[in-house]
C-alpha cells in the first residue's frame, strides 16, 4: 500500500478533509475544527477516495456522489 500522510490544516468554509496524491502515496488534510467524530468520518472519507482509485477517474459528481452514499 502507498504511504499516507495526514496533516491537520485550517481548510476554506464548507471543507473536512483533502486528499491529494503525492510521490509515495497521498496526503490528507483535515480541517482540526471538527468535532473528533468529524475528524474520524473525514479521514474515513478521503481513504474511501484512496480505496477506491478515485484519482484514476474523470467524473467528480459521480465519485463524490459514490463516496457519500457508502457513508450513509
Known sequence: MDD???YY???PNGFYEAVMP???GYTIYIDPRQSEDGIRRSYDHALYHIQNNDFEKTDVQSIEAQAHK???
Open 70 to 72: 457508502k457513508g450513509e
Open 4 to 6: 499516507i500522510y495526514i
Open 9 to 11: 490544516a485550517e481548510l
Open 22 to 24: 503525492c510521490q509515495t
